[in-house]
């Protein structure tokens, strides 16, 4: 999505507004972002550094790997993601985008938004929005994935969410074998707990992943982290 001014100007704007208004800063930045079609200044800060940043994730992938991309609510996780697979589309690999979450009309809106063509994607982008998305039916669909395709699974607090699937952990621990042995890149997007806009951290980290059940997050290898127009990318281990 374009932005009227760049964003230097908008918040110029928003502070100027603010005074003239006397409201607190944070809600002139919030009307301004929701003007150019954003849900707040955090996200359309995020929006704004996301594609560098997704260039930068992408570039630091290797097959094989297991990655996390977590943040609150409306700070725009599944837009990062859905961008990834964009992205490694255009670099003439294969993306699979699998969502518990959202409907295919969601999927489309936010395709639009970040103004990709779905017909240009043809053949490479795969989006999947079955009730029965787990790590075996994952596999099952990766079954004849070509080395270097991205996965993106959003999201990880509800794999489990069906009695009759194994537990998080082990889906897990079976999506990293499926991206070692078939040298895939996973990337699973997640939630951060909401205990977390309690603390006095100025970013989340590992910690701070929502988890219905213990799960050892060590079976990831990379993380991106997102909060309040910040974007933090790591090695784990």
């Given amino acids: 999505m374009r932005l009227s001014s760049p964003?230097?100007?908008?918040?110029?704007?928003?502070?100027?507004?603010?005074?003239?208004?006397?409201?607190?800063?944070?809600?002139?930045?919030?009307?301004?972002?929701q003007k150019e079609g954003f849900r707040s200044w955090s996200h359309?800060?995020?929006?704004?550094?996301r594609s560098a940043w997704v260039q930068k994730f992408l570039h630091n992938l290797e097959n094989g790997?297991?990655?996390?991309?977590?943040?609150?609510?409306?700070?725009?996780?599944?837009?990062f993601g859905l961008e990834l697979a964009i992205q490694n589309c255009q670099s003439?690999?294969?993306?699979h985008?699998?969502?518990?979450?959202?409907?295919?009309?969601?999927?489309?809106?936010?395709?639009?938004?970040?103004?990709a063509k779905p017909d240009a994607l043809h053949g490479t982008f795969y989006l999947d929005c079955d009730d029965n998305i787990c790590a075996s039916y994952i596999q099952k669909k990766l079954r004849d994935a070509p080395k270097?395709?991205?996965?993106?699974?959003?999201?990880?607090?509800?794999?489990?969410?069906k009695r009759d699937n194994p537990?998080?952990?082990?889906?897990?621990?079976?999506l990293s074998?499926?991206?070692?042995?078939?040298?895939?890149?996973?990337?699973?997007?997640?939630?951060?707990?909401?205990?977390?806009?309690?603390?006095?951290?100025?970013?989340?980290?590992?910690?701070?992943?929502?988890?219905?059940?213990p799960v050892n997050l060590t079976v990831f290898n990379k993380a991106c982290f997102i909060h309040n127009g910040q974007i933090d990318f790591s090695v784990v281990n």
């Fill in 177 to 213: 074998d499926d991206a070692k042995r078939q040298n895939l890149k996973m990337v699973l997007i997640s939630q951060i707990h909401r205990d977390f806009d309690l603390q006095e951290k100025s970013r989340p980290d590992l910690s701070d992943i929502r988890l219905p059940n």
């Fill in 148 to 161: 270097g395709t991205l996965v993106v699974v959003d999201y990880l607090q509800l794999l489990d969410q």
């Fill in 44 to 49: 359309l800060s995020v929006s704004s550094s």
């Fill in 92 to 95: 003439g690999a294969q993306s």
């Fill in 65 to 79: 790997d297991m990655a996390l991309l977590a943040a609150r609510p409306a700070h725009g996780k599944t837009l």
């Fill in 7 to 33: 964003i230097h100007q908008l918040k110029r704007q928003a502070k100027l507004y603010a005074r003239q208004h006397k409201l607190p800063l944070h809600a002139a930045l919030d009307q301004t972002a």
């Fill in 167 to 174: 537990e998080l952990s082990e889906q897990l621990l079976q």
């Fill in 97 to 115: 985008f699998f969502t518990l979450e959202y409907t295919p009309k969601d999927v489309q809106a936010r395709l639009s938004q970040l103004g």
